[in-house]
């Protein structure tokens, strides 16, 4: 089992529909990255989080430490938000356990 | 300021041959990171750096050497190139506290 697991694996979507892509852990964390890799392209970090929510414009993310499990939302979804969506967990050494990645596709 | 770049972007290596990956930052960032990303995988760490003349090994050092001898760059070298290091090489830094990881634009590299 790994230690986090994203999922769907594979989501797609009509522009301007609500997305969610979800992450649980099994581990101690201390933090929780959400990063946003583009086909062929590099990767941003789109949020680190160890509690509560963070939004940057059309996207918010959440995080539950009890539940060990957090959540990244897209409102007003566009076709640009198409991307490879992947969590990551920062082990008490500060190093990424790495989730599989969502691919989400927006179709116009 | 430019954050992270990697120099080079594409390189075509045949076995045997060795070369070195750039990563510069102007953020003044400690940590420095080394990944590779392989097809249908996530990234995986080769080494890392706390700060300047530092190094340690991540997940998959094996076939590649680091060095930090300025804060600023972080040297990946692949001294006898295989096969199977064909992938898509990311550097990433991270501020002291537990900030957000930046990451440069990825190294493309074959090795034939």
């Known amino acids: 089992k790994n230690e986090v697991e994203q999922s769907p694996q594979n989501l797609t979507a009509q522009e301007g529909e609500f997305i969610t892509i979800n992450c649980s852990y099994s581990v101690g964390i201390s933090a929780l990255h959400w990063l946003q890799q583009h086909p062929g392209g590099g990767i941003v970090s789109l949020f680190m989080l160890s509690s509560g929510k963070k939004k940057h414009g059309r996207l918010i993310a959440t995080i539950n430490i009890q539940e060990k499990h957090s959540s990244l939302h897209i409102t007003a979804s566009h076709p640009r938000d198409s991307a490879v969506y992947i969590c990551?967990?920062?082990?008490?050494?500060?190093?990424?356990?790495w989730g599989a990645g969502t691919k989400l596709i927006i179709k116009p | 300021n430019a954050g992270v770049t990697q120099t080079p972007k594409f390189r075509v290596l045949k076995t045997g041959q060795s070369m070195t990956l750039l990563c510069a930052q102007d953020?003044?960032?400690?940590?420095m990171y080394w990944y590779r990303q392989d097809p249908g995988m996530g990234l995986r760490l080769i080494h890392y750096s706390v700060g300047e003349g530092t190094t340690a090994k991540g997940e998959v050092p094996d076939g590649y050497n680091v060095s930090r001898l300025k804060k600023q760059n972080f040297l990946l070298g692949l001294e006898s190139a295989a096969p199977s290091q064909t992938s898509v090489y990311f550097c990433?830094?991270?501020?002291?506290?537990?900030?957000?990881?930046?990451f440069g634009p990825g190294t493309r590299l074959t090795v034939l």
């Open positions: 990551a967990a920062v082990d008490s050494n500060y190093q990424l356990i």
């Open positions: 953020m003044n960032h400690e940590y």
């Open positions: 990433a830094t991270r501020d002291s506290g537990r900030g957000l990881r930046v």
